[in-house]
Nanobody
């Protein structure tokens, strides 16, 4: 399984960005898909996850601001990020769980700064 993430960049506080991540390879059905992030000097943390059935879970720090969604036909997961804050600055990694294994994308940098 290969994961390719898109959509990072520089945005001002209060702005919005949309990340997307497409999975490819010889796959039938991916289980959970999600987004993690790692800020400089910090550990990687869960941002949001969505199951194959559409159930979602969010980190408390992003609830009400971020929305995760997925298109199962396209094996793609999205992260709509609104009301961005400087503390959201991090490298964002997409993740997919498939056949009992974890797969990671290459990471995309999100910088929130004026």
């Amino acid at each position: 399984v290969q994961l390719q993430a898109f959509g990072g960049g520089l945005v001002q506080p209060g702005g919005s960005l949309r990340l997307s991540c497409a999975a490819s390879g010889n796959i039938f059905s991916i289980n959970d898909m999600g987004w993690y992030r790692q800020a400089p000097g910090k550990q990687r943390e869960l941002v949001a996850v969505v199951t194959s059935g559409g159930a979602t879970n969010y980190a408390d720090s992003v609830k009400g601001r971020f929305t995760i969604s997925r298109d199962n036909k396209k094996n793609t997961v999205y992260l709509q990020m609104n009301s961005l804050k400087p503390e959201d600055t991090a490298v964002y990694y997409c993740n997919a769980k498939y056949m009992g294994a974890n797969y990671w994308g290459q990471g995309t940098l999100v910088t929130v700064s004026s």
